[in-house]
């Protein structure tokens, strides 16, 4: 990631968090495919225990987060969002691998994620080792009606 950037892992909802949080989704999730969450949910979640929400900022500037939420030894990557202008920047690449670090560090041995079978983020996951599981036929309905198939993946973290 780029120089200067930090990164703020939360386990509760910390308001600035949330809004940080917030401010990227509405950039980041095109609006097509009704992918982004509301405040609620992501609060609601939040409350969750085993859940966590790291922020990466550069001056104060939020450029993404990602949200996961583990029970047991097994985590799900719920989001993870890059504003578009940092996108290509390596801070998607450092979120994830800073959440699969935390997830480590608290016990967890496997993480999954489903996303959008158009995603570009996919490079993303098979590039930092996680593998194709099944792919989820009209799974996801857009804004304008449209199925989109989701694509589960998994990584296993056994040391």
């Not at 990227?24 to 969750?48: C, H, I």
């Amino acid at each position: 990631m780029m120089t200067g950037a930090v990164l703020d892992t939360y386990d509760q909802g910390d308001r600035n968090a949330l809004s940080d949080a917030m401010e990227v989704m509405v950039r980041a999730f095109d609006p097509v495919y009704g992918e982004a969450w509301t405040l609620s949910q992501l609060s609601g979640v939040m409350l969750m225990p085993g859940t966590w929400l790291t922020v990466a900022r550069l001056d104060a500037m939020p450029l993404g987060f990602a949200l996961v939420r583990s029970v047991l030894d097994e985590c799900e990557l719920l989001l993870l969002a890059v504003d578009p202008l940092w996108r290509g920047r390596g801070v998607g690449e450092t979120l994830l691998r800073d959440s699969l670090r935390t997830a480590r560090r608290r016990g967890i041995t496997s993480m999954n994620l489903e996303v959008r079978s158009s995603n570009n983020a996919i490079r993303l996951y098979e590039k930092t080792g996680f593998e194709y599981v099944h792919r989820r036929p009209g799974y996801y309905r857009g804004n304008d009606g449209q199925l989109h198939d989701a694509l589960s993946f998994r990584i296993d973290m056994l040391a």
